[in-house]
């Protein structure tokens, strides 16, 4: 339609308009159900007359090769995209067919948009950018946008390369611990196969439901309750948008399919967190109020943190990187939480493709660093010595025999002793409250099993008593 068509059309609008109007005016005319519908037929006219629509735009897209070229010449592509050219191009090749399945949505204006585009786009939406700039900078519109966002979302999801492992079998399991292993000064903490941690999450204020939940008196802000658990690297081997914000990390935790997968692990391996949680033998966390005041139990909190510290840095780099996360996010409820995952899988894959594999001891500042053609910090020789972080106070090293004891014919609780005797944890002469436990009923010792009774952590007390047999304490600087 050109110009002098829409012209006529407008002046026909306004006509019928002024005539409906005159006519439901009408003081002669008794039908009061008449005169409403013209002033309804009226209205609607006078409506279509303010919401002309301006001719579309048609969108030139961007030549996302010169964009890329300009980015890479000017050393700005990783500060941009958040990983490397390498691992960029990577991406979209293990996406592209999961966004396929939506290729229908790319089309806009004349020009298809590509799946580089569709990526692109996204990763700058999750690492903080606006979306006003974003349409600017790859000529789209903003309808365009948030549906290659939702593309994006969704192919991150169903990608098998993307999805976050928990360790399941033994051998996994094993590997876990041994890197863990590596972090604990004089291998001291044997089993850990993750740190976790809960993080909380700004939201903007839900517009429906029960808003209050999701309000946290701690933050002084709305929320969600992210539950994650990281490997010695920093990923995440679990990671679950549990609860509202308002919601405590246990009581979060206990929402999660967390609490299945760790009955699923030997009595031997354990996690590691914070006072916020409840202690059991599959969930180690540190001392608290006054019983930091034996030695012992207070260096326990000071190996325990050398591994937790990890879920903390992981948490760091994840914020640090994908800036939406830092909020107030808003998007709605459910969206949020998609989005949270996705940043979640994009974090371990960038850990994967910029960062050197099988280095425990390098540190954040090294992870969130790494420029483009990089190999990541060197590996360290595990002959080299570690810093001096305690002190010895016996002149014996702090070895650790092993004396592993039948399993046949034993109870739950026995179980346990032997596999944790396995590990060097060795039973002193004052073996507590354990020694009465030899002739558990079945019940305790299905209860005991599973690890997962929180109050109680024969693991744990086992752990003092090794750091209580050879002198170890926390180094006051």
């Not at 004349?110 to 903080?128: K, L, M, N, Q, T």
């Not at 609860?243 to 031997?268: E, H, I, W």
Request: with cysteine; proline share 4%; aromatic share 8%.
């Amino acid at each position: 339609m050109d110009e002098d068509d829409a012209a006529k059309r407008r002046r026909v609008l306004v006509m019928l308009a002024h005539h409906l109007l005159e006519d439901a005016n009408d003081d002669d005319d008794d039908d009061a159900m008449y005169d409403e519908q013209s002033h309804i037929w009226a209205s609607y006219c006078i409506k279509i007359i303010g919401n002309h629509r301006a001719e579309k735009w048609i969108q030139d897209r961007v030549n996302f090769i010169v964009h890329v070229a300009s980015l890479r010449h000017k050393n700005k592509f990783k500060r941009m995209y958040r990983m490397s050219f390498n691992a960029f191009s990577h991406l979209v090749d293990i996406l592209t067919p999961y966004l396929e399945e939506g290729r229908h949505y790319w089309k806009s204006g004349d020009a298809r948009i590509c799946p580089e585009v569709v990526i692109a786009s996204g990763i700058r939406w999750f690492a903080g950018g606006s979306y006003l700039d974003i349409c600017e900078i790859f000529h789209i519109s903003k309808a365009s946008f948030y549906r290659c966002a939702g593309l994006l979302i969704d192919a991150i999801k169903k990608c098998p390369e993307l999805q976050i492992k928990f360790p399941t079998n033994l051998e996994e399991i094993r590997a876990a611990a041994k890197q863990f292993r590596v972090l604990s000064s004089e291998n001291v903490m044997r089993g850990c196969i993750g740190a976790l941690d809960g993080c909380f999450i700004r939201i903007k204020a839900p517009a429906s439901g029960n808003v209050v939940n999701y309000y946290s008196g701690h933050y002084e802000d709305h929320g969600l309750n992210l539950q994650a658990c990281c490997n010695h690297r920093c990923q995440f081997i679990f990671a679950s948008v549990a609860a509202p914000g308002s919601v405590s990390d246990m009581r979060a935790l206990q929402k999660t399919k967390l609490f299945d997968k760790l009955r699923n692990v030997p009595l031997t391996y354990y996690i590691v967190a914070d006072a916020a949680y409840a202690v059991s033998e599959k969930i180690l966390v540190p001392f608290t109020g006054s019983q930091r005041r034996n030695p012992h139990r207070d260096a326990f909190n000071f190996f325990l943190s050398q591994l937790r510290i990890r879920i903390e840095q992981a948490f760091g780099l994840l914020l640090g990187k994908w800036r939406i996360l830092r909020g107030p996010m808003e998007c709605s409820l459910a969206n949020n939480s998609r989005i949270i995952m996705a940043c979640c899988r994009l974090h371990n894959y960038v850990i994967d493709r910029d960062w050197a594999p099988d280095n425990p001891n390098a540190s954040s500042d090294d992870m969130a660093n790494i420029h483009d053609g990089d190999t990541g910090p060197s590996q360290p020789s595990h002959t080299e010595p570690q810093p001096n972080q305690l002190v010895l106070l016996t002149n014996q090293p702090a070895s650790l025999n092993t004396h592993p004891v039948p399993q046949s014919n034993q109870t739950g609780r026995a179980r346990a002793r032997a596999a944790m005797n396995s590990l060097g944890y060795m039973p002193t002469v004052e073996d507590s409250d354990d020694s009465s436990d030899d002739d558990d009923d079945d019940d305790g010792d299905v209860a005991d099993s599973n690890g997962m009774i929180a109050g109680m952590s024969t693991m744990r007390d086992r752990i003092v008593r090794h750091i209580q047999r050879n002198g170890l304490r926390r180094v006051i600087w």
